[in-house]
């Protein structure tokens, strides 16, 4: 199947500071990358939809301003965790989807576990 | 009411035992259905799709009640690796949208 990428696997940051997480579908053009969140023992939690050259739709409750993506191009997308707090704590997962994914299958990303202290 | 309901486990099943996950979905508008599994601190990954007419995988077997707004999936001859959690997953309208999850069901396979 294809691969998407994430990077970094783990940050750990002090509270206030921003984070940037990449996401980058390796071998084939994403024209849609989905951001999830992942609490402990909880479902994953969709933040946003990005498509390449347009604003993002973010779900409702997830404030824009402080998760910032852009998706400048086919194969990456990143978000950006700006000020970011202890209860901003969690695992991060992107996928991403192609034209030609006609099952709907998305790719996961590896994830990123983001630790605020 | 959440998109899609799954019953968290845990289920502890003994290797070679026979185990059903069931899961309820909520939007009649839903298009299509998946079974994606997750290991502890990784990413979901795509076990199976769901079809109406129901279909298996080896080990591994699907179904799904449009009627009841019902999927299933069934594992025959537990194997140690499948301990995971495993998460349903629904697409409401187009196939290129976005995904809906439950939170997963954990299953442990112990020799």
């Known amino acids: 199947g294809a691969v998407v990428s994430q990077h970094p696997s783990r940050v750990i940051c002090k509270s206030g500071t921003s984070v940037k997480i990449e996401c980058r579908s390796l071998d084939f053009q994403a024209t849609t990358m989905f951001w999830y969140r992942q609490f402990p023992k909880q479902s994953l939690m969709l933040m946003a939809t990005?498509?390449?050259?347009?604003?993002?739709?973010?779900e409702q409750g997830v404030e824009k301003d402080k998760f910032l993506i852009n998706h400048a191009s086919l194969t990456l997308s990143t978000l950006t965790v700006t000020s970011a707090h202890p209860e901003d704590s969690s695992f991060y997962i992107c996928s991403a989807t192609s034209s030609g994914g006609g099952r709907g299958e998305q790719f996961f990303g590896p994830g990123t576990r983001l630790t605020v202290l | 009411r959440k998109e899609v309901e799954q019953d968290p486990g845990p289920f502890n099943v003994p290797e070679g035992a026979t185990v059903a996950f069931n899961c309820t979905y909520s939007?009649?508008?839903?298009?299509?259905f998946f079974w994606y599994r997750q290991d502890c601190r990784k990413e979901p990954k795509l076990l199976m799709s769901?079809?109406?007419s129901g279909n298996e995988d080896g080990r591994f077997t699907a179904q799904l009640n449009r009627a009841s707004q019902y999927i299933s999936l069934l594992i025959r001859d537990s194997k140690l690796s499948d301990s995971a959690t495993y998460l349903c997953v629904v697409i409401v309208g187009s196939t290129l949208g976005r995904l809906y999850f439950g939170r997963g069901t954990q299953l442990t396979v112990w020799p």
């Open positions: 939007n009649s508008a839903s298009q299509s």
């Open positions: 990005s498509n390449e050259g347009s604003k993002a739709t973010y």
């Open positions: 769901v079809y109406s």
